[in-house]
C-alpha cells in the first residue's frame, strides 16, 4: 500500500476530488495547509502599506491506496490540477506498511 500525498491550489480542489472519485478512490483526507515553493509568495498593499505574503493557502489530499492503483491515482491528480504556472503543487509517495480499520479490526488492503 502507499500514501499519496497531494500538495495544490485550492481553487484545483474539487477538480482533483472529481477526478479521485471518477477512478474509485472515495476515502481521503483534506487539510488547509499554508506553504511556499518556488513560487516565493507575493507582495500585497493594505492602508498604504506593502506587505509580503510568504505562507500561501494550499490544500494537502491524502490518500492510500493499492500499489496497483498509485500511478492512476497520480496521473488522475496531475491532470486535474494542472494549470502550467510555478504554485500547482507537488506529489509525494510514501509506504504504508499496515492499515487497520478500527470499526472491525479489518487489516491491510481489506482496511481501505
Known sequence: MK???AII???RFEAVKEALNDIGVYGMTVTDVRGFGRQQGHTEKY???TYTVNLLPK???EVVVPDSQVEEVVSAILEAA???EIG???IFIA???EAVRIR???RGESAL
Do not use: A
Request: charged residues 40%; neutral net charge.
Open 88 to 90: 500547482d503543487g507537488k
Open 47 to 49: 492602508r498604504g502599506s
Open 95 to 97: 509506504e504504508v506498511e
Open 82 to 84: 494542472h494549470t502550467g
Open 3 to 5: 500514501r499519496v500525498e
Open 9 to 11: 491550489r485550492p481553487v
Open 59 to 61: 490544500i494537502k489530499i
Open 104 to 106: 472491525t479490526g479489518e
